[in-house]
């Protein structure tokens, strides 16, 4: 049997397995049925009512579900079913490995960011369901693309990957005209090319708070739950689309102050940090009245 984990997102779920899936081919991305002719295992998913996307990524296939049912009602059939598959056929894919090995369409356009030291690389594909913040200082052999950059552009001092985008943050000598032609393109095709963006082993860094991930979520009193939903509902798409990330950190009942950690182009910018401070404010002391005093945030 496969190992049944959630993300960050409640509508995905990922099965992982112990052995490698994609080998050293990168990730895919599958929408419909007509976008699986590689594999008839994810045509099969398709054919599930609620499956709304499949991605396959090194040792994991992730599923995107419609809201037409829970995750408890269906993943441990599911999981039954690829296992099944898998231990069966004994691979995921239906074709030569020479076919899987082409270059893949991508798309990638860059936008800024409130921060000026942080470019934002925005592709049409998933890259990653999950956080990978790294710096120079960070262990690198676990996560390739980043190693990539850092090797090859002197001025990066940060890779920020999350769902479809790359956020990079480079240091004064270099303003972003002189590298950001070379920047995209060399993003552009390591992705063509399917490298991996992360390996099995990867292991996100540990910060200062913490992922709420479902139990941890339902040890939290009411105002930290409603805390946690107000900022992936009103705030988190904002800081996204800047090429940011926002995690709950703490609430503390007696002094009504909500602490909050900031990623990616938000880490780092006094400007970004203070404007996006006074809006999350802003924004929970007028959806949760009397419940809140103060915001601090942090540079994650």
Do not use: H
Not at 109 to 122: I, R
Not at 284 to 290: C, E, F, S
């Amino acid at each position: 049997m496969l190992k049944i984990e959630t993300t960050a997102t409640d509508t995905i779920i990922k099965f992982v397995s112990d052995k490698i899936l994609v080998e050293d081919k990168g990730s895919f991305e599958y929408n419909n049925v007509d976008d699986a002719s590689n594999s008839k295992l994810v045509q099969q998913l398709f054919y599930l009512p609620f499956v709304k996307k499949v991605f396959v990524s090194a040792n994991f296939i992730a599923v995107e579900r419609y809201k037409i049912v829970e995750w408890s009602e269906v993943q441990n059939e599911l999981n039954q079913m690829i296992t099944n598959y898998l231990n069966t056929n004994g691979s995921l894919f239906d074709i030569k490995k020479e076919e899987t090995s082409k270059k893949v369409a991508i798309q990638l356009y860059t936008e800024s960011t409130p921060n000026p030291n942080v470019n934002k690389f925005v592709s049409n594909r998933l890259l990653s369901n999950q956080i990978i913040d790294v710096s120079r200082l960070d262990d690198l052999n676990e996560i390739p693309l980043a190693k990539e950059l850092f090797d090859n552009f002197n001025a990066i001092t940060e890779v920020f990957v999350s769902d479809n985008y790359i956020s990079i943050s480079k240091n004064d000598t270099v303003e972003w005209f002189e590298i950001n032609t070379d920047l995209r393109s060399f993003i552009l095709n390591y992705l063509q090319e399917q490298k991996l963006i992360i390996t099995q082993n990867f292991v996100p860094k540990t910060i200062a708070g913490f992922k709420v991930n479902e139990k941890e979520f339902k040890d939290l009193d009411e105002t930290s739950k409603e805390i946690i939903s107000v900022l992936d509902e009103y705030i988190k798409p904002a800081v996204t689309a800047d090429g940011g990330n926002i995690l709950f950190q703490s609430y503390n009942a007696d002094s009504k102050v909500v602490e909050v950690i900031l990623q990616g182009a938000c880490s780092g910018c006094p400007s970004a940090t203070i404007t996006l401070k006074n809006g999350i404010e802003a924004t929970l002391k007028q959806i949760l009245p009397n419940k809140i005093s103060e915001v601090v945030a942090i540079n994650g």
